[in-house]
């Protein structure tokens, strides 16, 4: 969700008004994609390099997280979404990771729409976890070295259990993949966009839906 810092600064605001308005993108594109026929909306809130960001800006985004936990909880129960957080929750307030614990409980067994919400979140450190998780169970006879295959790396992921991403959209014109979901994007498709991400809305996305659907996706093989 690149774009905030830019939106504001283009308005003469500051950092944090692009990330107020980049919250009310966050509920918009929500409710679009469990319009839309989305099953599962990965957001990229918060990454495990952004906390090198000033501390009053990570104050500013910590703040607005407790906001739409609080304020949105109920909103996406009522919505049937499934609230999941991936990446080291122990970085976060305690406040925070009882929040995330009560959301994630509430919402549990929703079945419209699995939201998956990034936070403290780094491709390599969660490849790095689950390397250590089978080196202790190798260590410990519970596996043998030639049982690890994709299948039980996969089962050690934060995503473990959700379908690897088909599409990831990328705002603000950026390019890379940023460490994120590194192993889960082996076959993803990519669409980049110009739009800021506060200006990301339900035809946004709906453009990017379409873009996907005329791909032809081969998984490496030849199709006649």
């Known amino acids: 969700m690149d774009g905030n810092g830019r939106w504001a600064k283009a308005r003469h605001l500051p950092r944090a008004a692009g990330h107020r308005k980049g919250m009310e993108a966050v509920r918009a594109v929500v409710r679009a994609a469990g319009d839309l026929g989305v099953e599962y909306l990965t957001l990229f809130g918060f990454s495990s390099e952004n906390w090198k960001r000033p501390e009053d800006e990570v104050k500013d985004l910590m703040g607005l997280l407790r906001i739409y936990l609080r304020r949105d909880a109920r909103d996406l129960h009522e919505q049937g979404v499934r609230l999941r957080i991936i990446g080291d929750r122990a970085r976060l307030a305690p406040d925070i990771q009882a929040q995330l614990d009560e959301v994630e409980a509430l919402t549990a067994d929703n079945t419209a729409l699995t939201l998956m919400i990034a936070l403290s979140y780094g491709g390599r450190d969660e490849l790095v976890q689950v390397a250590r998780a089978l080196a202790a169970d190798v260590a410990a006879g519970k596996i043998a070295p030639e049982a690890i295959d994709e299948a039980a790396f996969s089962a050690r992921l934060f995503t473990h259990g959700i379908p690897d991403p088909d599409l990831l959209i990328r705002t603000s014109g950026e390019q ?31 453009a990017a839906l379409d873009v996907y659907a005329r791909r032809e996706r081969r998984y490496g093989a030849v199709v006649a």
């Open 176 to 206: 890379r993949i940023s460490n994120f979901l590194l192993w889960q994007m082996a076959y993803t498709e990519f669409v980049f966009v110009e739009t800021l991400w506060p200006d990301f809305d339900r035809e946004s996305l709906s």
